[in-house]
């Protein structure tokens, strides 16, 4: 067990997923989801289903349908699923409690913060313009940088390479199983939020810390207390 404060003592960034930890947007894409797997694939998507959150629309679909999804079908779908997703979120999206009291902790840390998020640039501007964070997200890895999604570690690998840091001096956060894999596998300790999956899961797939926003995890910033 370590001092939670010596978690953040030889960081250089901290790796943000975006759905689900920067905002508590699940809602608005799981009824996305629900609306476009319904008029593609006739398939019924029950409230509360993690496995539509955290991955690319290939893999997530495969699972859905149980059947090999062509590249095309996926691309069509993630596209009317995309602009279904601004639609419903546009003007309705808000900060996770705490969040830009975190960003200004990290930054009088000289901790950089960077986005890497399975998520497409239109979809990355829609929140980052929300919550005027175009400025502290200068290092960004979307849905478009790499080969590999999540819960494949390369998004996670890409930003410790475009950084020039190494696994041991990077933090991730994330609130799905697919991305708290990815950042486990790229080497890197995952606090998670527990926006869209329960603390148990998060904890059995190597998450240290499992809070349920950034306030609370200010507060245990500033509590003497390990992790």
């Given at each position: 067990m370590?001092?939670f ?7 250089k960034?901290v790796l ?9 947007n699940?809602p608005f894409h799981e ?7 319904q008029h ?10 993690t496995r539509?959150?955290g ?6 679909l495969?699972?859905l ?5 062509t590249q095309e079908?996926a691309?069509d779908?993630?596209e ?5 997703y601004?639609e ?7 900060p996770l409690?705490?969040?830009h009291?975190?960003?200004?902790f990290?930054t009088s840390?000289?901790i ?9 640039i239109p979809n990355?501007?829609?929140?980052l313009d929300?919550f005027?964070l175009q400025e502290t997200?200068?290092?960004r890895?979307t849905g478009?940088?790499v080969k ?7 998004p996670?690998?890409?930003a410790?390479?475009?950084?020039g840091?190494t ?5 991730v956060?994330?609130?799905a199983?697919?991305?708290v894999?990815?950042?486990?596998d790229?080497?890197?300790r995952?606090i ?5 999956t329960?603390?148990a899961?998060l904890y059995?797939l190597g998450a ?11 507060e ?5 207390q390990e992790?």
């Amino acid at each position: 067990m370590t001092d939670f404060l010596q978690v953040y003592a030889g960081l250089k960034a901290v790796l943000f997923d975006m759905d689900g930890v920067l905002t508590s947007n699940s809602p608005f894409h799981e009824a996305a989801w629900k609306d476009v797997v319904q008029h593609y694939f006739q398939v019924q998507i029950e409230d509360g289903d993690t496995r539509i959150h955290g991955g690319r629309a290939h893999e997530i679909l495969t699972v859905l349908l149980g059947r090999q999804v062509t590249q095309e079908e996926a691309l069509d779908f993630h596209e009317h699923k995309e602009a279904r997703y601004r639609e419903l979120a546009q003007g309705n999206i808000q900060p996770l409690e705490g969040l830009h009291a975190y960003l200004n902790f990290l930054t009088s840390k000289g901790i950089e913060p960077v986005l890497v998020t399975s998520g497409g640039i239109p979809n990355v501007a829609l929140v980052l313009d929300a919550f005027g964070l175009q400025e502290t997200f200068k290092l960004r890895i979307t849905g478009e940088t790499v080969k590999n999604g999540k819960p494949h570690p390369e998004p996670y690998l890409t930003a410790l390479q475009k950084l020039g840091i190494t696994a041991q001096q990077a933090l991730v956060h994330e609130d799905a199983p697919a991305g708290v894999r990815s950042g486990r596998d790229a080497g890197c300790r995952v606090i998670a939020l527990e926006t869209t999956t329960g603390a148990a899961e998060l904890y059995a797939l190597g998450a240290e810390l499992v809070v349920q926003n950034f306030d609370q995890l200010l507060e245990r910033l500033q509590t003497p207390q390990e992790v």
